[in-house]
Each structure stands twice: as structure tokens, then as C-alpha cells.
């Protein structure tokens, strides 16, 4: 986190008031943490005065919680390195903590933290403890472990000592990445479990550097690179890290590269084997995450940076910071830092991805947790304008049948089964009162959707550019209209998708008894002996296009919207 485009007293209020308005989701925050878990609660720590805490029970909806410090108490020992604020005319540290990250281990949570001075390199990293994160629990109380002998400015040292993540390899050695811009960018250390800091063994302060950018056009110019962020699996560590710049809302740059190593000291390689350090020249990382600017604000994450990895349930999830153009940001048109949350997904070539598809693409029955009902068009039909209801579940309507097709940018397409030429639009004065279907489908932003769904599998879902929600309004429970509102916390807003199209729901059909006929087909297919069974009908490459539960006697298909080309039937 450096920047020298706005001016420290900004930046401070800034996250003074993203504490204050607490709120729910989107939740804001800067420079997150990864998460992590006590109790039953999850916890991810940020930017801010005292070091900023927010908590969630589900990992979408999140509440301000306490800090270990304050603005103005906090360990005297950081005044030594730092000093920006002045107290009765003595140079103080300002008490506005940076891009902390927290780690479980000798039976309690270490919380590392950076104090800093904005657009400097006079920066300190420190540790502070805590058995537990509850607040309720008696055991609750931090404690610092004091100076852990990471500091900047250093004589000769070209190195900035912030953004601290902290990581567990597989034989349980602790290594801690830190640093930002500077030749030496971004370096590993050893950590003691037991006491929280580094070895002091030869070399390993300040550490090996592993990671840089160089951006010319002088030989010592770094003017990019932190907030990194290394985790192992099957045999290589993985080094994530910002590239860009942060800190300006929608105009921030900051993006996400990657590269590994069989060594948590590197050398570092991206996907074409382009080394991470590459000193005096540019250095190499793959992108993961990175604004579309194509798109505009349509691409609502500006800026992502600072990821964070949590695993639960052999789910590995990917927390994050972006700036959201729906929210204001100090002397920038908008883009207030904001909570992300996305998947890790593991390509065949054993590089990862970050993918805020929640959902596979498929056939979906979507119900209501409160009410206990469907999503359905009104009236059960499937007409061009029709507004979405809730009904009680019948499996005879698929009008209650929703086809989801991910675009690959986080965001879905949502078809109607009852006429897959029907498509799921947000309407009204700004697209974000009521839902309708169209058969005027032209890709705008209205008629994207995104979906989030929590570690309990509820989920959540929203038009792309808007921050309302769908709902059942007032909590109704009788059959009634679905709309948008803001989020309210409340199971009314909460939905469960159930796949219908699964290798388990659709069998496969017995060949001997299936006729269909014609063969090419034109417009309609038809097909005899499959009563009361799911079809599928995908492309050569699997993609599903079309989905039917059939009657019995003889089903016919209107296929005419399907492009010219050979399908599959299961």
C-alpha cells in the first residue's frame, strides 16, 4: 500500500468512517487480512486506525468489530521507528495501522501488523497476540510481542517494511512476505511459532528477496509491487502479489500476478517461466485478477489487491479489497475499498484462478429460505414481460427451472426453462426495483446477475451494477411478487439453488427404447419413449443448452433457437 496522490489526513478519515457506518455488505475495507476462524465466527482484520476488525457468520455479511489498539494507544516502541503525527511538539507514530494479516498457531492468534508514513519507507512491522477472538470470552486480551527487528529505513537497505502475510509450509516452518516497491521489493522470512518472530539464524533478516517490479526508466526504479501473499500446495509455493498502484478509488491499477516455486526462497517463475525478480529489467507474474477497463464501471472491481486465502470443507476461498464505484472515495470520482470474496479453482495444469463464479452452469430450482417457496414467473407463463412470483413448488411448472450460464466474469446469464429464449432482466427507474423476463436479450448490464454463495449454502443474488438484492418483500410467505431491495440481513432475501441437471438427476437414457426423429432435425425434435425423465441436450464440448422433464408418450422439443451443429441427448 503506497501512494503519494493523496494526502495522509484523507486516508485516515477514510477509514474512520468505513468504521462507523458498519456496514453489512458490501462491507468496506482496506488491505483485508486473510480470514481467519474462532468459534464459530470468521474474522478478517484491515487498514485502519488501532488496526480495523470486521466479523461475519457466513463470510458474505460482516459487522465492525473492536481493534487491539487505538488511534492513540498503541505499543510505545513503534515511536522509535516511525513518527509522523506530532503530540506536545515530539514526533509520534499516528496510529493508523496498515495491511495486517493473522495466523493460528501455539494455541493462540498472531496478528502482524505495519505502521508506516505515507509515500515513505519508514516503516516497522510488528506482532500482536490474542487466545482467542472473541470478545465475550474471559481469555480475551492482546498482547504485543514488541519489536520483532523488521524495520525500514534501513542505511542501504532498499527495502519498505510493510504489508506482512504469513503462511504455514507443509513440514509446519512459518514464513512471513513483506515489502513494497523498492529494488528488494517483496522478501521471506522465517518466524519462530512460539515467539512470533523471525530466526536469528544468518541471512534470514531482512530476508530473502523473491519478488520485485521494475518500472524504469532507471536502473533503481520500483515504483510497483506489495501486498503479497504466498500459501503451498503439491509441491509449490504460490506467490501472489500487486503490481499497479492503490490507493486513488477508481483510479487505482493495482492488479494481481503469480508465479511459484518448489523453494518458499524462491527463485519464483510465472506460467511462461519468467522469473518474479528480474532485476533492472521487467520481472515476470501471470495475472489473475485485473480490472476490465474496457468495461468501465460495468466491471464493478476496480483495483483488486491484497489476497487473502482461507480453506474450509475442501473449499478455498479467496478474500480480497477492490474499489467499488457505488461508493465514494475522497478527491476521486468514486470507488470506496470494499470486501471481496471469491474461489480459488485449480486448472488441469496445476496453476490456480480466481473465479468469483460461485455456481456451476446448469438447470436450478431456486427457493426462498424464508418462505420456503420457488422462483416462478407469474402465473406460471412463460410470456416476453412477465414479472418473477414465488409459488409453492410444483415440479410440473418449468417456468419454476432457471438455466445458469456463467459470462467468466463472475457474473450469470439467467434463463427461464420454460422458454430458454427468456432471460432474466433487473427493471424499473435505475434496473434495480423489479425482475422481469425477455426475450429481448442484448447483454446489457441490467440483465447480468451475480451470485455469492455463503459457507452455509445460502446464497445471495444481485443485478451486476447494483447493491439491492433479490427478495421476497416484507417476508412475505404468501404467493407474491420477487423484487430488489437493499440487504436486510433477512432469509427473505437468502435463496438456495438446487441442480437439476446433475449426472445424478439426469440418468441416462436406455438406447434401445429412445426413438427421436427427425434426424438432422429443423425446428422440432421428437422423441418417443422417455416419460417422466430429465433430457439434456448439450454441445459436442458439454455444454448443456437445453433442459426437459418429459411427459409420457411422445415429447417434441422446439430446438429452432439452437445454432446449425451436432448435439448430444442424455
Not at 120 to 135: A, F
Not at 262 to 280: E, H, I, V
Not at 333 to 342: D, E, F, I, N, Q
Amino acid at each position: 500500500m503506497k501512494s503519494t496522490k493523496i494526502p495522509l489526513l484523507i486516508l485516515i478519515l477514510l477509514f474512520s468512517a468505513l468504521s462507523l457506518t458498519a456496514q453489512d455488505w458490501r462491507a468496506g475495507i482496506h488491505d483485508p487480512s486473510s480470514i481467519v476462524k474462532c468459534k464459530d465466527t470468521y474474522w478478517v482484520f484491515g487498514t485502519g486506525d488501532g488496526i480495523y476488525s470486521m466479523y461475519s457468520k457466513d463470510l458474505v455479511t460482516w459487522k465492525a468489530g473492536p481493534t487491539p489498539f487505538t488511534k492513540t494507544v498503541f505499543p510505545t516502541w513503534i515511536n522509535t521507528y516511525v513518527k509522523g503525527a506530532t503530540v506536545g511538539g515530539v514526533a509520534v507514530f499516528h496510529g493508523n495501522f496498515w495491511a495486517p494479516d493473522i495466523i493460528y498457531m501455539n494455541n493462540q492468534y498472531y496478528l502482524y501488523y505495519s505502521c508506516s508514513e505515507w509515500g515513505t519507507m519508514t516503516s516497522t512491522i510488528g506482532c500482536v497476540t490474542n487466545k482467542t477472538l472473541d470478545p465475550a470470552d474471559p481469555n480475551y486480551n492482546w498482547v504485543d510481542v514488541g519489536f520483532l527487528g523488521i524495520w525500514s529505513y534501513q542505511p542501504g537497505l532498499a527495502l519498505n517494511a510493510i504489508d506482512p502475510s504469513v503462511t504455514r509450509g507443509p513440514d509446519g516452518k512459518i514464513w512471513m512476505v513483506y515489502g513494497s516497491f523498492n529494488e528488494r521489493g517483496i522478501v521471506v522470512t522465517e518466524i519462530d511459532s512460539v515467539t512470533g518472530k523471525p530466526k536469528s539464524y544468518n541471512n534470514n533478516l531482512p530476508g530473502t528477496s523473491i519478488a520485485h517490479s521494475w518500472t524504469g526508466p532507471n536502473s533503481n526504479s520500483y515504483a510497483e509491487g506489495e501486498g503479497a501473499c504466498m500459501f503451498y500446495r503439491d509441491g509449490y509455493y504460490y506467490l501472489v502479489y500487486n503490481k499497479g498502484g492503490c490507493c486513488a478509488g477508481i483510479n487505482s491499477s493495482y492488479y494481481m500476478v503469480i508465479g511459484r516455486s518448489t523453494s518458499p526462497k524462491g527463485p519464483f517463475y510465472d506460467k511462461a517461466g519468467k522469473a518474479l525478480r528480474n532485476p533492472g529489467a521487467t520481472s515476470g507474474g501471470t495475472i489473475v485478477f485485473k480490472h476490465d477497463d474496457a468495461r468501465g464501471t460495468e466491471d464493478r472491481f476496480y483495483g483488486p489487491g491484497h489476497f487473502g486465502l482461507y480453506s474450509e470443507n475442501g473449499t478455498d476461498y479467496v478474500s480480497f479489497h477492490y474499489y467499488d464505484p457505488n461508493w465514494p472515495y475522497p478527491d476521486q470520482p468514486s470507488g470506496g475499498p470494499t470486501l471481496g470474496l471469491a474461489k480459488l479453482v485449480w486448472g488441469s495444469d496445476g496453476w490456480p484462478s480466481i473465479s468469483m463464479s460461485f455456481l456451476d452452469k446448469g438447470v436450478y430450482t431456486i427457493k426462498n429460505i424464508n418462505s420456503g417457496k420457488v422462483l416462478d414467473l407469474q402465473l406460471h407463463q412463460a410470456i416476453n414481460g412477465r414479472y418473477l412470483f414465488q409459488y409453492t413448488a410444483n415440479k410440473a411448472y418449468t417456468t419454476q427451472q432457471w438455466l445458469l450460464s456463467p459470462l467468466g466474469t463472475g457474473e450469470y446469464t439467467i434463463r427461464n426453462m420454460g422458454d430458454t429464449t427468456l432471460y432474466l432482466e433487473a427493471t424499473g427507474t435505475s434496473n434495480d426495483e423489479s425482475l422481469r423476463v425477455t426475450s429481448a436479450y442484448t447483454g446489457a448490464i441490467n440483465q447480468k446477475f451475480r451470485l455469492i454463495q455463503s459457507i452455509n449454502g445460502s446464497v445471495i443474488v444481485y443485478p451486476s451494477k447494483s447493491d439491492k438484492l433479490v427478495e421476497i418483500p416484507n417476508a412475505y410467505t404468501a404467493d407474491s411478487q420477487v423484487k430488489l431491495w437493499y440487504n436486510t440481513n433477512h432469509n427473505c432475501q437468502r435463496w438456495t439453488f438446487t441442480r437439476l441437471d446433475s449426472p445424478v438427476a439426469v440418468p441416462s437414457l436406455p438406447v434401445n427404447a429412445v426413438r427421436l426423429y427427425p434426424n438432422p432435425v429443423d425446428d422440432y425434435l421428437m422423441v418417443e419413449g422417455v416419460g417422466g425423465q430429465w433430457l439434456g441436450i448439450y454441445t459436442i464440448d458439454g455444454k448443456l443448452v437445453m433442459a426437459r422433464q418429459t411427459s409420457n408418450g411422445t415429447e417434441k422439443l422446439d430446438v429452432s433457437q439452437l445454432s446449425a451443429g451436432t448435439y448430444m441427448l442424455t
